[in-house]
């Protein structure tokens, strides 16, 4: 097997399959890239840690079919070193040669008979997807599925496509993310991605440099492939029933807030400044009649925070985790948010002004006399 590209073009292809490398493995040939050049001179790489696989392709000019795998680490920190040339490499008998300009190196490469194989022909549904409502959705979704391994079906993302929309939704059990949009498909279908894979799907969709206004979406019933142009991603799915989200969401509200966003976010972030300092993330939100006031005091000072509102129904006081309260405003675009209340110790909805694209749900902290 022999090849020759620029080192852009390697790198940038390295840059991508790496994603799926991981150092935590029991085995051996997961800490490798490989490298395969086909009949038609293609160049593809590939990775996979079992839960997620990533492949990406180029054109070559010069070369020998074939295919090695490399150590990851090694492979990468050699290329990145190079100069910014036409690097030669080519593999005998188990050596890899790399040749660039001045440079020359000889590593160890590995049969390629246990990797595991990307084989697209096994998946017989497909879905399509606008590559910017699909980047933006995960974006204000993912954050809030839950980090803790142990939690089964919500460490993951549900996509839920039916009756004409999709909708994404993220939940840890303090806080709930949902996105919708409209979106026309043949079937109703229900995926669990792991939040994990799904975010570096969205860095993937985001460095690919990807021309195509679609993304292309395989499904079988145990995984997914994300075609994003020449790079195809293959996640696994998680198995299990999702939790009925719809009826965590309260059906009416007794107290509607609208409020701008910039000004909300940024009297979050001072006043969780002292909450942090207390190691509590406890604020407090004092809603009156046209100001919305937030508090907050640690050993080390109290904090107070004024930001002008349109309210209809009565006055609350309700406490939060200023995290949990502060992170969905940072991914919403929206210059005017509606914030729904019902009791002190009921869930607040931070909603759009107008129509229902996203949709978060954060559970309050009991305040002391609630």
Excluded: H, W
Aim: net charge negative.
């Amino acid at each position: 097997m022999k090849f020759s590209c620029a080192q852009s073009t390697l790198l940038k292809a390295l840059n991508i399959v790496s994603k799926a490398v991981t150092s935590r493995t029991t085995i051996p040939i997961l800490k490798g890239i490989l490298i395969r050049v086909t009949e038609e001179g293609s160049v593809i790489m590939s990775a996979s840690d079992l839960d997620i696989s990533i492949e990406d392709r180029f054109e070559t000019i010069e070369y020998e079919p074939g295919e090695v795998v490399v150590q990851a680490k090694l492979f990468g920190d050699i290329v990145r070193k190079l100069p910014s040339d036409i690097i030669y490499m080519e593999e005998n008998d188990g050596n890899f040669n790399i040749r660039c300009s001045s440079s020359e190196f000889n590593i160890v490469g590995s049969s390629a008979d246990e990797f595991p194989s990307m084989n697209i022909d096994d998946y017989d549904e497909r879905i399509t997807f606008d590559r910017d409502i699909l980047k933006d959705m995960i974006r204000k979704t993912v954050f809030a599925a839950s980090a803790d391994e142990s939690r089964g079906v919500i460490t993951g993302v549900l996509f839920e496509i039916r009756n004409g929309n999709f909708n994404m939704v993220a939940l840890d059990g303090f806080r709930m993310a949902v996105a919708r949009e409209k979106f026309e498909s043949a079937y109703d279908q229900d995926l669990i991605i792991p939040a994990r894979t799904l975010m570096e799907v969205s860095k993937i969709i985001s460095e690919s440099g990807l021309e195509k206004t679609s993304i292309d979406v395989l499904l079988s019933d145990k995984r997914a492939v994300f075609i994003i142009g020449d790079i195809k991603v293959a996640v696994r799915l998680l198995s299990g029933d999702y939790i009925d989200y719809e009826n965590i969401l309260p059906k009416d509200s007794q107290i509607r807030v609208t409020i701008n966003r910039s000004d909300l976010i940024d009297a979050v972030e001072r006043a969780s400044l002292l909450s942090r300092a207390g190691k509590n993330n406890l604020i407090r939100v004092n809603i009156g009649e046209k100001i919305l006031v937030i508090t907050s005091e640690s050993e080390e000072g109290k904090g107070r925070e004024e930001v002008m509102i349109s309210k209809d129904g009565k006055d609350l006081a309700i406490g939060f985790n200023s995290k949990y309260f502060e992170d969905p405003l940072k991914y919403i675009d929206d210059e005017t948010v509606t914030l729904l209340f019902n009791t002190p110790v009921s869930p607040c909805i931070i909603k759009p002004v107008e129509g229902s694209s996203f949709e978060y749900l954060v559970l309050p902290v009991r305040l002391l006399g609630n």
